[in-house]
Protein backbone atom coordinates (compact mmCIF):
# COMPACT_ATOMS: atom_id res chain seq x y z
CA UNK A 1 0.00 0.00 0.00
CA UNK A 2 0.80 3.20 -1.06
CA UNK A 3 0.31 7.04 0.18
CA UNK A 4 -0.62 9.82 -2.05
CA UNK A 5 -2.70 13.37 -1.57
CA UNK A 6 -5.19 14.96 -3.82
CA UNK A 7 -4.56 18.48 -4.87
CA UNK A 8 -7.62 19.97 -4.16
CA UNK A 9 -6.63 21.77 -0.78
CA UNK A 10 -3.74 23.41 -2.71
CA UNK A 11 -5.59 24.23 -5.71
CA UNK A 12 -8.50 26.70 -4.52
CA UNK A 13 -11.03 23.71 -5.57
CA UNK A 14 -14.41 24.91 -3.94
CA UNK A 15 -13.33 27.99 -2.41
CA UNK A 16 -11.00 30.31 -4.03
CA UNK A 17 -8.02 30.58 -1.55
CA UNK A 18 -5.43 29.18 -0.76
CA UNK A 19 -4.23 28.69 -4.10
CA UNK A 20 -0.58 27.15 -5.08
CA UNK A 21 0.66 26.32 -8.82
CA UNK A 22 0.97 22.44 -9.01
CA UNK A 23 4.65 23.05 -9.42
CA UNK A 24 4.92 24.35 -6.07
CA UNK A 25 1.96 21.16 -4.91
CA UNK A 26 4.22 18.90 -6.29
CA UNK A 27 7.27 20.10 -4.86
CA UNK A 28 5.48 20.19 -1.42
CA UNK A 29 3.52 17.29 -1.18
CA UNK A 30 7.00 14.91 -2.30
CA UNK A 31 9.00 17.13 0.58
CA UNK A 32 6.31 15.79 3.16
CA UNK A 33 6.82 12.24 2.37
CA UNK A 34 3.98 10.92 0.04
CA UNK A 35 4.99 7.96 -2.50
CA UNK A 36 2.51 9.69 -4.98
CA UNK A 37 0.19 13.00 -5.68
CA UNK A 38 -3.74 12.52 -7.08
CA UNK A 39 -3.85 15.61 -9.52
CA UNK A 40 -7.49 17.03 -9.96
CA UNK A 41 -8.18 17.94 -13.49
CA UNK A 42 -9.31 21.89 -12.54
CA UNK A 43 -7.24 25.33 -12.77
CA UNK A 44 -5.33 26.38 -11.26
CA UNK A 45 -3.15 22.68 -11.16
CA UNK A 46 -4.31 20.67 -14.41
CA UNK A 47 -7.54 21.38 -16.45
CA UNK A 48 -6.41 20.09 -19.94
CA UNK A 49 -7.62 22.80 -22.16
CA UNK A 50 -4.83 25.04 -20.66
CA UNK A 51 -2.05 22.37 -20.95
CA UNK A 52 0.57 23.17 -24.23
CA UNK A 53 2.35 20.55 -25.07
CA UNK A 54 5.12 22.20 -23.06
CA UNK A 55 3.44 22.62 -19.98
CA UNK A 56 2.93 18.72 -19.96
CA UNK A 57 6.11 18.01 -20.43
CA UNK A 58 7.25 19.85 -17.31
CA UNK A 59 4.64 18.03 -15.41
CA UNK A 60 5.61 15.38 -16.20
CA UNK A 61 9.69 15.92 -15.68
CA UNK A 62 8.72 18.01 -12.44
CA UNK A 63 7.36 14.63 -11.18
CA UNK A 64 10.48 12.75 -12.12
CA UNK A 65 12.94 15.41 -10.63
CA UNK A 66 10.59 14.55 -7.24
CA UNK A 67 10.65 11.13 -7.10
CA UNK A 68 6.53 11.38 -6.94
CA UNK A 69 4.40 9.12 -8.27
CA UNK A 70 0.83 10.39 -10.55
CA UNK A 71 -1.17 7.68 -8.11
CA UNK A 72 -4.54 8.53 -9.98
CA UNK A 73 -5.95 11.70 -11.64
CA UNK A 74 -9.76 13.18 -11.38
CA UNK A 75 -12.03 15.34 -13.18
CA UNK A 76 -13.29 18.44 -11.24
CA UNK A 77 -17.38 17.67 -10.91
CA UNK A 78 -19.91 19.97 -11.77
CA UNK A 79 -19.00 23.69 -12.53
CA UNK A 80 -18.81 25.70 -16.01
CA UNK A 81 -18.54 22.33 -17.87
CA UNK A 82 -20.66 20.29 -15.98
CA UNK A 83 -18.88 16.76 -16.96
CA UNK A 84 -22.30 15.19 -15.76
CA UNK A 85 -22.69 12.12 -17.52
CA UNK A 86 -26.18 11.66 -16.89
CA UNK A 87 -27.09 15.39 -18.28
CA UNK A 88 -30.34 15.07 -19.96
CA UNK A 89 -28.06 17.10 -22.93
CA UNK A 90 -26.54 15.16 -25.08
CA UNK A 91 -24.16 18.14 -25.95
CA UNK A 92 -23.16 18.01 -22.05
CA UNK A 93 -22.34 14.28 -22.29
CA UNK A 94 -20.71 14.31 -25.20
CA UNK A 95 -18.20 16.67 -23.97
CA UNK A 96 -17.82 14.36 -21.03
CA UNK A 97 -16.97 11.78 -23.07
CA UNK A 98 -14.12 14.02 -24.73
CA UNK A 99 -13.16 15.41 -21.07
CA UNK A 100 -12.26 11.83 -20.13
CA UNK A 101 -10.75 10.60 -23.15
CA UNK A 102 -8.43 13.37 -22.87
CA UNK A 103 -7.72 12.84 -19.13
CA UNK A 104 -6.92 9.35 -19.89
CA UNK A 105 -3.97 10.51 -22.17
CA UNK A 106 -2.77 13.41 -20.05
CA UNK A 107 -2.76 10.33 -17.39
CA UNK A 108 -0.89 7.88 -18.97
CA UNK A 109 1.68 10.90 -20.11
CA UNK A 110 2.55 11.68 -16.99
CA UNK A 111 2.99 7.81 -15.81
CA UNK A 112 -0.25 7.44 -13.69
CA UNK A 113 -2.82 4.11 -14.15
CA UNK A 114 -5.67 5.67 -12.74
CA UNK A 115 -8.47 8.00 -13.49
CA UNK A 116 -11.41 8.38 -11.27
CA UNK A 117 -15.06 7.79 -12.45
CA UNK A 118 -17.93 10.03 -11.42
CA UNK A 119 -21.48 8.81 -12.85
CA UNK A 120 -23.06 11.80 -12.36
CA UNK A 121 -26.21 13.28 -10.88
CA UNK A 122 -29.70 13.23 -11.47
CA UNK A 123 -31.35 16.12 -13.29
CA UNK A 124 -35.20 16.79 -11.86
CA UNK A 125 -37.49 15.77 -14.58
CA UNK A 126 -35.31 13.17 -15.45
CA UNK A 127 -35.63 9.51 -14.05
CA UNK A 128 -33.03 7.73 -12.28
CA UNK A 129 -33.47 4.83 -14.62
CA UNK A 130 -32.68 7.20 -18.12
CA UNK A 131 -29.99 8.93 -15.33
CA UNK A 132 -28.31 5.32 -15.25
CA UNK A 133 -28.69 4.16 -18.38
CA UNK A 134 -26.73 7.86 -19.71
CA UNK A 135 -23.89 7.23 -17.47
CA UNK A 136 -23.69 3.85 -18.26
CA UNK A 137 -23.62 4.24 -22.08
CA UNK A 138 -20.87 7.34 -21.25
CA UNK A 139 -18.76 5.15 -19.10
CA UNK A 140 -18.62 2.28 -21.47
CA UNK A 141 -17.75 4.92 -24.39
CA UNK A 142 -15.07 5.98 -22.37
CA UNK A 143 -13.39 2.52 -21.85
CA UNK A 144 -13.70 0.93 -24.82
CA UNK A 145 -11.99 4.15 -26.69
CA UNK A 146 -8.90 4.91 -24.01
CA UNK A 147 -8.31 0.82 -23.46
CA UNK A 148 -4.77 1.68 -25.17
CA UNK A 149 -3.98 3.88 -22.59
CA UNK A 150 -3.48 1.50 -19.63
CA UNK A 151 -5.61 3.50 -17.70
CA UNK A 152 -8.12 2.09 -15.23
CA UNK A 153 -11.41 3.67 -14.71
CA UNK A 154 -12.41 3.30 -10.83
CA UNK A 155 -16.64 3.88 -10.16
CA UNK A 156 -16.65 6.45 -7.13
CA UNK A 157 -20.07 6.70 -5.13
CA UNK A 158 -20.10 9.79 -4.16
CA UNK A 159 -23.15 9.57 -1.25
CA UNK A 160 -22.66 13.41 0.03
CA UNK A 161 -22.54 14.81 -3.55
CA UNK A 162 -25.12 13.24 -5.77
CA UNK A 163 -28.25 11.52 -5.96
CA UNK A 164 -26.82 9.18 -8.58
CA UNK A 165 -24.34 5.91 -7.45
CA UNK A 166 -24.24 6.70 -3.54
CA UNK A 167 -23.03 3.49 -2.39
CA UNK A 168 -21.15 0.29 -2.65
CA UNK A 169 -23.73 -1.60 -4.44
CA UNK A 170 -24.80 1.02 -7.21
CA UNK A 171 -20.60 1.12 -8.13
CA UNK A 172 -20.92 -2.60 -8.19
CA UNK A 173 -24.01 -2.84 -10.20
CA UNK A 174 -22.71 -0.19 -12.27
CA UNK A 175 -18.96 -1.83 -12.78
CA UNK A 176 -21.12 -5.52 -13.75
CA UNK A 177 -23.51 -3.35 -16.20
CA UNK A 178 -20.32 -1.79 -18.26
CA UNK A 179 -18.42 -5.13 -18.21
CA UNK A 180 -15.06 -3.78 -19.42
CA UNK A 181 -11.65 -4.90 -17.82
CA UNK A 182 -10.30 -1.40 -17.58
CA UNK A 183 -13.26 -0.36 -15.55
CA UNK A 184 -12.80 -1.39 -11.24
CA UNK A 185 -13.75 0.12 -8.44
CA UNK A 186 -12.87 2.73 -5.26
CA UNK A 187 -14.67 4.48 -2.21
CA UNK A 188 -14.12 7.72 -0.06
CA UNK A 189 -14.42 7.23 3.91
CA UNK A 190 -15.94 11.05 3.94
CA UNK A 191 -18.67 9.78 1.56
CA UNK A 192 -19.22 6.54 3.59
CA UNK A 193 -19.35 7.93 6.86
CA UNK A 194 -21.78 10.76 5.97
CA UNK A 195 -24.19 7.98 5.22
CA UNK A 196 -23.61 6.49 8.24
CA UNK A 197 -22.15 2.91 6.64
CA UNK A 198 -19.28 0.75 7.49
CA UNK A 199 -15.93 1.32 5.91
CA UNK A 200 -15.22 -2.35 6.11
CA UNK A 201 -17.98 -3.66 4.90
CA UNK A 202 -17.25 -1.32 1.74
CA UNK A 203 -13.91 -2.93 1.24
CA UNK A 204 -14.78 -6.60 1.22
CA UNK A 205 -18.11 -5.83 -0.90
CA UNK A 206 -15.41 -4.65 -3.26
CA UNK A 207 -13.17 -7.33 -2.64
CA UNK A 208 -10.53 -7.69 -5.58
CA UNK A 209 -12.11 -4.77 -7.65
CA UNK A 210 -10.81 -2.22 -5.42
CA UNK A 211 -8.38 -0.33 -7.06
CA UNK A 212 -8.16 2.82 -5.51
CA UNK A 213 -9.17 4.55 -2.11
CA UNK A 214 -10.00 8.32 -0.68
CA UNK A 215 -8.78 8.78 2.91
CA UNK A 216 -10.70 11.40 4.94
CA UNK A 217 -12.25 11.65 8.47
CA UNK A 218 -15.24 12.93 9.35
CA UNK A 219 -15.73 16.86 7.87
CA UNK A 220 -12.56 16.16 6.07
CA UNK A 221 -10.49 15.84 8.54
CA UNK A 222 -7.41 14.19 8.28
CA UNK A 223 -7.33 10.74 9.43
CA UNK A 224 -7.30 10.14 13.05
CA UNK A 225 -8.94 13.26 13.86
CA UNK A 226 -12.34 12.40 13.90
CA UNK A 227 -14.20 9.06 14.08
CA UNK A 228 -13.57 6.80 11.41
CA UNK A 229 -12.08 3.72 12.23
CA UNK A 230 -9.07 3.47 10.61
CA UNK A 231 -7.45 0.41 12.20
CA UNK A 232 -10.19 -1.44 11.06
CA UNK A 233 -10.20 -0.04 7.48
CA UNK A 234 -6.14 -0.70 6.81
CA UNK A 235 -6.90 -4.63 8.48
CA UNK A 236 -9.64 -5.13 6.00
CA UNK A 237 -7.25 -3.67 3.19
CA UNK A 238 -4.82 -6.33 4.00
CA UNK A 239 -7.27 -8.96 3.90
CA UNK A 240 -8.10 -8.14 0.24
CA UNK A 241 -4.24 -7.85 -0.35
CA UNK A 242 -5.11 -4.05 -1.66
CA UNK A 243 -1.95 -2.93 -3.24
CA UNK A 244 -2.98 0.54 -4.50
CA UNK A 245 -2.86 3.94 -3.27
CA UNK A 246 -4.39 5.30 -0.44
CA UNK A 247 -5.22 8.62 -1.28
CA UNK A 248 -5.93 11.80 1.39
CA UNK A 249 -8.89 13.88 0.28
CA UNK A 250 -8.76 15.82 2.70
CA UNK A 251 -8.84 19.58 4.09
CA UNK A 252 -10.26 21.50 1.07
CA UNK A 253 -13.91 22.17 1.84
CA UNK A 254 -13.23 25.59 3.33
CA UNK A 255 -11.38 28.44 4.06
CA UNK A 256 -9.14 28.51 6.99
CA UNK A 257 -7.25 25.49 6.02
CA UNK A 258 -3.21 25.15 6.27
CA UNK A 259 -2.74 22.51 3.26
CA UNK A 260 0.75 21.83 4.60
CA UNK A 261 -0.31 21.13 7.63
CA UNK A 262 -3.32 19.08 6.72
CA UNK A 263 -0.92 17.23 4.42
CA UNK A 264 1.47 16.48 7.16
CA UNK A 265 -0.87 15.20 9.48
CA UNK A 266 -2.55 13.04 7.37
CA UNK A 267 0.70 10.81 6.86
CA UNK A 268 1.94 11.19 9.95
CA UNK A 269 -1.00 9.54 11.32
CA UNK A 270 -1.35 7.19 8.18
CA UNK A 271 2.03 6.02 7.48
CA UNK A 272 3.26 4.60 11.05
CA UNK A 273 -0.56 3.20 10.93
CA UNK A 274 0.09 0.76 8.05
CA UNK A 275 2.96 -0.40 8.89
CA UNK A 276 2.21 -1.26 12.47
CA UNK A 277 -0.52 -3.26 10.68
CA UNK A 278 1.75 -4.86 8.38
CA UNK A 279 4.12 -5.90 11.08
CA UNK A 280 1.23 -7.54 13.06
CA UNK A 281 -0.41 -9.48 10.18
CA UNK A 282 3.40 -11.08 9.54
CA UNK A 283 3.70 -11.74 13.23
CA UNK A 284 0.49 -14.51 12.99
Same mark, same amino acid.
Given at each position: ?152 ? !? ?5 ? /? ?7 ? /? ?31 ? !? ?30 ? /? ?49
Amino acid at each position: MKISYNTWAYSSFFVWVPSYTLDETIKRIAKLGYDGIEIGAAAPHAYPPHLGADRRAQVRDLLQEHNIALSSMLPAPSGGPGNNPASPYIEERRATVEHYKELAELTAYWGGKTLIYLPGWIIYGTSRRQAWEWSREVLTEIADSISHTGVTL !VIEPTSH /DTNLCVGAD /DAIELMQDVNRENVKLMFDTFHVNWSHEVNTDY !VYKMGADLKHIHISDNDRLPPGQGVVDFPAVI /DAMIDIKFDGYLTMETGFHRRGIEPDQDAREGIEYLRPLVERKLAERKKK
